[in-house]
Nanobody, 114 residues
Framework: QVQLAESGGGLVQPGGSLRLSCAASGSIFRFNTMGWYRQAPGKQRDLVAR???????GYADSVKGRFTISRDNAKNTLYLQMNGLKPEDTAVYYC????????WGQGTQVTVSS
């Protein structure tokens, strides 16, 4: 069974940092490119960062230089280190494969506000 469980979100002031984690089942994690997506209220869900099984990364222009995606293949866990957070980063963050599968987790809310 495919399982994705995101955690680590919260309320942070502009300029602050958060580290998100995603625990994934082996069936979805192993050998797949994984990504972090986000969805703000009233907007579509967008991919913001991706990482291949071998560690190659890619980022949306909006987060490049501020966010870092990583993975621990032994633990089936995906991470997103977010620095220099801005109010426009406020969204629910999800992990999934790239391209995505229909089995989304519950997401984790990130709110950037003073």
């Amino acid at each position: 069974q495919v399982q994705l469980a995101e955690s680590g979100g919260g309320l942070v002031q502009p300029g602050g940092s958060l580290r998100l984690s995603c625990a994934a089942s082996g069936s979805i994690f192993r050998f797949n490119t994984m990504g972090w997506y986000r969805q703000a209220p009233g907007k579509q869900r967008d991919l913001v960062a991706r990482i291949t099984w071998g560690g190659g990364t890619g980022y949306a222009d909006s987060v490049k230089g501020r966010f870092t995606i990583s993975r621990d293949n032994a633990k089936n866990t995906l991470y997103l280190q977010m620095n220099g957070l801005k109010p426009e980063d406020t969204a629910v963050y999800y992990c999934n494969t790239v391209p995505w599968t229909p089995s989304w987790g519950q997401g984790t809310q990130v709110t950037v506000s003073s």
